[in-house]
């Protein structure tokens, strides 16, 4: 059974960091590709970051680029997002999303095929 989940999420200061996790179990995080995405009270679910589990390649949106990492860690079969220089409006709740036929390749963006998702984490930045 295929489950991701967020964590790491909270309120921040402008130009403040956070570090998302998301935990991925019921299969193997090398064989696919997860995608983080973001919704902002009012609006539309947009994507952010990616990566891909087998070859490493990753890519962002360009609101976070320069700011954002994504990486993976197949051992732990857990995919990190780390936000620094974070911006009011980076404000959203962030979710962790994945699906067997999911790319990694830019433009970021959900995709309607997308089956499995996160529950989500709520990023505050505010002062």
């Known amino acids: 059974q295929v489950q991701l989940v967020e964590s790491g999420g909270g309120l921040v200061q402008p130009g403040g960091s956070l570090r998302l996790s998301c935990a991925a179990s019921?299969?193997?995080?090398?064989?696919?590709?997860i995608g983080w995405f973001r919704q902002a009270p009012g609006k539309e679910r947009e994507g952010v970051s990616c990566?891909?589990?087998?070859?490493?390649?990753?890519v962002y949106a360009d609101s976070v680029k320069g700011r954002f990492t994504v990486s993976s860690d197949n051992a732990k079969n857990t995919v990190y997002l780390q936000m620094n220089s974070l911006k009011p409006e980076d404000t959203a709740v962030y979710y962790c999303?994945?699906?067997?036929?999911?790319?990694?390749?830019?433009?970021?963006?959900?995709?309607?095929?997308?089956?499995?998702w996160g529950k989500g984490t709520l990023v505050t930045v505010s002062s």
């Open positions: 990566v891909s589990g087998s070859d490493g390649i990753t």
């Open positions: 019921g299969f193997t995080l090398h064989y696919w590709a």
């Open positions: 999303a994945t699906d067997p036929a999911y790319e990694c390749i830019a433009p970021v963006q959900p995709m309607d095929f997308m089956d499995y």
